[in-house]
């Protein structure tokens, strides 16, 4: 069974940094494409980053490109998105997802910015 | 970018009855490989996104048969043929198929 497990959010100041944490079981993660999509409070859906498999490429939403960067360890079957000068516009909860066509989600973390 | 349009984004649906939803892409969907990359999602309510539909008609595994999807090119559909007060939430059509991959608005779903 695959899961997806968040980790890393919490309450950040503007202009603040937080690293996200997902970290996957159940398949083979080296062989896999991730996801973070976001969601802000009472809104839809929006993606914020990608990466290939082999780390070959990330591409990012341009509302939070130059500010956000997302890895992978593949030893440890995690993904990483490093987010940088954290904008009011930022706060939401941030799920990390199986592939480009989002098999399967995590719980998702909650992310915060306020002063 | 993509841009993906739903409607309705509201649905009110007496149980036992059919519901569709529409998504419209402001370009084909068509990917390079032959494969058109859209997808429907159902969140629940304090719930998690899940995958119902990948490649427009196909049901991920555990998804009832009331759920289907159709389409082509620009032009898409998830049906319900029988609505259960399981299916209440929001429904988002996705697409993959271009680079920023784009949602729909959301449509929600309750029951009248």
């Known amino acids: 069974e695959v899961q997806l497990v968040e980790s890393g959010g919490g309450l950040v100041q503007p202009g603040g940094s937080l690293r996200l944490s997902c970290a996957a079981s159940g398949f083979t993660f080296s062989l896999y494409s991730m996801s973070w999509v976001r969601q802000a409070p009472g809104k839809g859906l929006e993606w914020v980053s990608f990466i290939a498999g082999g780390s070959s490429g990330t591409y990012y939403a341009d509302s939070v490109k130059g500010r956000f960067t997302m890895s992978r360890d593949n030893s440890k079957n995690t993904v990483y998105l490093q987010m940088n000068s954290l904008r009011v516009e930022d706060t939401a909860v941030y799920y990390c997802a199986q592939n480009g066509n989002l098999d399967s989600w995590g719980q998702g973390t909650l992310v915060t910015v306020s002063s | 970018d993509v841009v993906m349009t739903q409607s309705p984004l509201s649905l009110p649906v007496t149980l036992g009855q059919p519901a569709s939803i529409s998504c419209r892409s402001s370009?084909?969907?068509?990917?390079?490989?032959?494969?058109?990359?859209l997808n429907w999602f159902q969140q629940r309510a304090g719930q998690s996104p899940r995958r119902l539909i990948y490649k427009v008609s196909n049901r991920d595994s555990g998804v009832p048969d009331r759920f289907s999807g159709s389409g082509s090119g620009t032009d898409f559909t998830l049906k319900i043929s029988r609505v259960e007060a399981e299916d209440v939430g929001v429904y988002y059509c996705?697409?993959?198929?271009?680079?920023?991959?784009?949602f729909g608005q959301g449509t929600k779903l309750e029951i009248k």
């Open positions: 996705m697409q993959g198929s271009h680079w920023l991959y784009t």
């Open positions: 370009q084909s969907l068509v990917y390079s490989d032959g494969n058109t990359y």
